[in-house]
């Protein structure tokens, strides 16, 4: 009987970790989601194949089966089927504990998919990263690139992955290297203006609204992107703050560093800046539409606005 269970809310460790399971398997993959998988797939799934062909079985965030699904798994356990490899990835918090529990009595292989918090973990991924690519960096430029963007595991894989691309084969990646990456990069996003202006800091979202226009940001990506961090913000402020962000993650259906980020934010925010910032948003995503003469300058209005709101 083989089991891998990937434990913990760090989807690129996860859906890395799926990949190279996949990669390396020759067996027919079905791959389920808890959170939409029907009562009766799982079952359907893991049943014995006719011709004992060789199966991968992947089921994505466990934790979000109905009840009535972890039976489908725990009676697979007590009566596995040699020919069949699962997988399942449970994205942590309290529910599903007692199906995880069944899972690791059946003594799989663990992978560990935990958020990295600690700089210096983030420092070892992206060392590693570099190691996969079959590159070398200066340690600069690590501590570079992570200051820059160690907030976003997706964000730092990706960055990591180009300036292997777009650096010089053979050649040792510098912090000047990494430099100029940042400096050029088309990916100043609306969400890089977003937190510069739910942070409070109107010069700094200024000069990032300008740099994502000119870049070639569609100024109604910015919108929704501050539309969404908006939205984000608002859900994390009806938890209880005595409530961890991984234990919140699934209920709020946003990764752990999310909520943690939602929350330093919230400082600069109040109910009714947060009720005052959404009018704020619905008239700039009119006027940027059509409703104003001059989007760009409503656009700028509404970042200054939105800002200078988050210091009151």
Same mark, same amino acid.
């Given at each position: 009987?083989?089991?891998?269970?990937?434990?913990?809310?760090?989807?690129? &460790?996860?859906?890395?970790?799926?990949?190279?399971?996949?990669?390396?398997?020759?067996?027919?993959?079905?791959? &389920?989601?808890?959170?939409?998988?029907?009562?009766?797939?799982?079952?359907?799934?893991?049943?014995?194949?006719?011709?004992?062909?060789?199966? /991968?079985?992947?089921?994505?965030?466990?934790?979000?089966?109905?009840?009535?699904?972890?039976?489908? *798994?725990?009676?697979?356990?007590?009566?596995?089927?040699?020919?069949?490899?699962?997988?399942?990835?449970? $994205?942590? !918090?309290?529910?599903?504990?007692?199906?995880?529990?069944?899972?690791?009595?059946?003594?799989?292989?663990?992978?560990?998919?935990?958020?990295?918090? $600690?700089?210096?973990? $983030?420092?070892?991924?992206? $060392?590693?990263?570099?190691?996969?690519?079959?590159?070398?960096?200066?340690?600069?430029?690590?501590?570079?690139?992570?200051?820059?963007?160690?907030?976003?595991?997706?964000?730092?894989?990706?960055?990591?992955?180009?300036?292997?691309?777009?650096?010089?084969?053979?050649?040792? *990646?510098?912090?000047?290297?990494?430099?100029?990456?940042?400096?050029?990069?088309?990916?100043?996003?609306?969400?890089?203006?977003?937190?510069?202006? @739910?942070?409070?800091?109107?010069?700094?979202?200024?000069?990032?609204?300008?740099?994502?226009?000119?870049?070639?940001?569609?100024?109604? @990506?910015?919108?929704?992107?501050?539309?969404?961090?908006?939205?984000? /913000?608002?859900?994390?402020?009806?938890?209880?703050?005595?409530?961890?962000?991984?234990?919140?993650?699934?209920?709020?259906?946003?990764?752990?560093?999310?909520?943690?980020?939602?929350?330093?934010?919230?400082?600069? +925010?109040?109910?009714?800046?947060?009720?005052?910032?959404?009018?704020?948003?619905? +008239?700039?995503?009119?006027?940027?539409? !059509?409703?104003?003469?001059?989007?760009?300058?409503?656009?700028?209005?509404?970042?200054?606005?939105?800002?200078?709101?988050?210091?009151?």
């Amino acid at each position: 009987m083989a089991i891998t269970l990937i434990q913990g809310s760090e989807e690129v &460790l996860a859906e890395r970790a799926i990949t190279e399971i996949t990669r390396a398997s020759t067996a027919t993959v079905t791959t &389920l989601d808890g959170e939409s998988t029907e009562l009766g797939a799982i079952t359907d799934a893991l049943a014995p194949s006719l011709f004992g062909d060789a199966r /991968l079985i992947v089921i994505k965030g466990i934790q979000d089966l109905v009840s009535d699904a972890h039976d489908e *798994i725990t009676s697979y356990l007590a009566n596995p089927d040699e020919s069949v490899h699962l997988v399942v990835w449970h $994205k942590g !918090g309290v529910k599903g504990k007692a199906l995880l529990e069944a899972i690791k009595k059946a003594n799989p292989e663990l992978i560990a998919a935990e958020a990295l918090k $600690k700089e210096s973990d $983030k420092v070892d991924f992206v $060392k590693s990263e570099f190691k996969r690519l079959g590159r070398t960096i200066d340690p600069d430029a690590v501590s570079a690139i992570v200051s820059a963007l160690g907030s976003d595991m997706r964000e730092l894989a990706g960055v990591c992955s180009q300036l292997a691309s777009d650096t010089p084969a053979g050649s040792k *990646i510098s912090a000047a290297d990494v430099e100029k990456f940042q400096q050029g990069r088309i990916e100043t996003t609306g969400f890089d203006v977003a937190d510069a202006v @739910l942070e409070g800091k109107t010069d700094q979202a200024l000069i990032t609204l300008r740099r994502a226009l000119e870049t070639g940001v569609d100024p109604v @990506l910015i919108i929704t992107a501050l539309a969404n961090s908006v939205r984000t /913000l608002a859900k994390v402020s009806s938890a209880s703050r005595g409530v961890k962000s991984f234990e919140l993650a699934s209920t709020l259906g946003l990764p752990p560093w999310q909520i943690d980020k939602a929350r330093r934010q919230l400082a600069n +925010q109040t109910p009714a800046s947060l009720a005052k910032a959404v009018g704020t948003l619905a +008239q700039a995503d009119a006027e940027i539409k !059509g409703a104003a003469g001059d989007p760009l300058y409503a656009l700028e209005r509404a970042v200054i606005s939105l800002a200078r709101g988050a210091r009151a």
